[in-house]
């Protein structure tokens, strides 16, 4: 039973025990009581009951409002602050729930912000190392199996051609792995092209035909927020590729006001009803989150799936 039903409850066994005790007392039921007196009593306690329940609806109502906005709050879709209308203590409550909503953000916002920083700093020493220890063998690999054909019988060349092609395809995956580890066109040509290259490689490996529409004169952004923008792109892409069945994937780059704004929808399968979001949707959220950007996940024009991230440009 509800908090206010165990109170209503309360109120009308003391109202209709006090008035009972009343009019048995002294009152109509005492002095040859007729039946009109008995309804008129009946009456009055009817209507204190529903004066009662009013009142402690219009009481009560703002505590549950409360109780159901909390329990569904989720901090990582932001501004879920509740309307303070109230006075009294539960004006007091719901002021003191969106300074928690406020507090809890910023703390999530400052832990997503390390924890970016040490995967993105992970992510850099691991593309390094592939690319100056891994890269570099498997070069040297080759360069002596190009020396090995030098004398070598028509048996012997098979076999080394077969094992060059095998060099050069490890070779081609170790590069493709650690560019997406730490995409060095980012730093070097911008947002867009690291867009583009980005969507080229998901269009050879998915065999989905990618639509693109990146303008390069959007405002400026700071570096962690242009690495948030290629990694919600780089997540989006990958839920298409393991979950969507889609054919066709549009991926756009534009600016908003003092914003960029960065939209992937595809054909696919979409989100089921009542469908809980997995890892990959809630990381894209939580980074959204951790530069400020809001983001929307929802059925798009095609069917499949719509990502909407809108992010703030830097300072002029």
Do not use: C
């Not at 879709?77 to 953000?105: C, K, P, W, Y």
Request: glycine letters at 10%; a negative charge.
């Amino acid at each position: 039973m509800s908090l206010f039903w165990r109170v209503f409850v309360a109120n009308a066994a003391i109202l209709i025990v006090g008035g009972l005790v009343v009019a048995l007392e002294g009152g109509p039921l005492r002095r040859h009581a007729t039946l009109v007196d008995a309804i008129d009593l009946i009456l009055a306690l009817v209507v204190m009951l529903a004066v009662n329940g009013i009142l402690l609806r219009r009481l009560f109502h703002p505590l549950e409002r409360l109780a159901t906005q909390m329990e569904s709050t989720d901090v990582l879709r932001g501004g879920q602050h509740i309307a303070v209308t109230s006075t009294g203590e539960i004006g007091t409550l719901e002021r003191s729930f969106n300074t928690m909503i406020d507090r809890l953000e910023a703390e999530r916002k400052e832990a997503g912000m390390r924890s970016l920083q040490g995967q993105e700093a992970e992510r850099q020493r691991l593309a390094r190392g592939l690319h100056d220890e891994v890269g570099q063998s498997m070069t040297a690999v080759l360069l002596q199996l190009k020396g090995l054909r030098a004398g070598a019988s028509p048996e012997q060349l098979q076999k080394i051609d077969t094992a060059q092609e095998v060099v050069k395809a490890s070779l081609d995956d170790v590069r493709r792995l650690a560019q997406e580890l730490r995409p060095e066109l980012l730093d070097h040509l911008g947002l867009a092209s690291a867009l583009a290259e980005l969507a080229d490689g998901f269009e050879r490996r998915a065999q989905v035909t990618v639509r693109r529409n990146l303008r390069t004169n959007i405002p400026p952004l700071a570096p962690e927020v242009e690495l948030v923008v290629y990694r919600v792109a780089q997540e989006s892409l990958t839920n298409i590729a393991r979950h969507a069945d889609a054919t066709e994937v549009d991926i756009s780059l534009d600016h908003g006001n003092d914003t960029v704004v960065l939209r992937i929808t595809d054909n696919g399968r979409g989100l089921a009803n009542g469908q809980r979001e997995g890892g990959g949707l809630r990381g894209i959220r939580e980074r959204a989150l951790i530069v400020g950007g809001a983001v929307a996940i929802k059925p798009g024009p095609d069917g499949g799936v719509e990502v909407r991230l809108e992010v703030p440009a830097s300072p002029p």
